[in-house]
Nanobody, 111 residues
Framework: QVQLVESGGGVVQAGGSLTLSCTASRSIASFNSMGWYRQAPGKQRERVAVITTGSMPNYADAVKGRFTISRDNAKNTVFLQMNSLKPEDTAVYYC?????WGQGTQVTVSP
């Protein structure tokens, strides 16, 4: 099982940007699919973006055109670039690879 550590969360005003990083404890080259999920208070965890080898990234409708997922195998890292942030993007963001989940990083967007 791989260990995942997210970073890059914080507090930002609406319209601002953040980049989240998820670094794995070993090579991610063998992982076909990895993704970002989020969970807001009182809500279920939801998929935000998934990147799969050989396919176009898949995004939740709520973030299409604003978020971009990417991976850097050399750095064992998956990124989530978030632009034009909205208050409704406030949540704990989690990275996922196979059965492994990170501890989450808080993103708070103020009006």
């Amino acid at each position: 099982q791989v260990q995942l550590v997210e970073s890059g969360g914080g507090v930002v005003q609406a319209g601002g940007s953040l980049t989240l990083s998820c670094t794995a404890s070993r090579s991610i080259a063998s992982f076909n699919s990895m993704g970002w999920y989020r969970q807001a208070p009182g809500k279920q965890r939801e998929r935000v973006a998934v990147i799969t080898t050989g396919s176009m990234p898949n995004y939740a409708d709520a973030v299409k055109g604003r978020f971009t997922i990417s991976r850097d195998n050399a750095k064992n890292t998956v990124f989530l670039q978030m632009n034009s942030l909205k208050p409704e993007d406030t949540a704990v963001y989690y990275c996922n690879m196979a059965i492994s989940w990170g501890q989450g990083t808080q993103v708070t967007v103020s009006p």
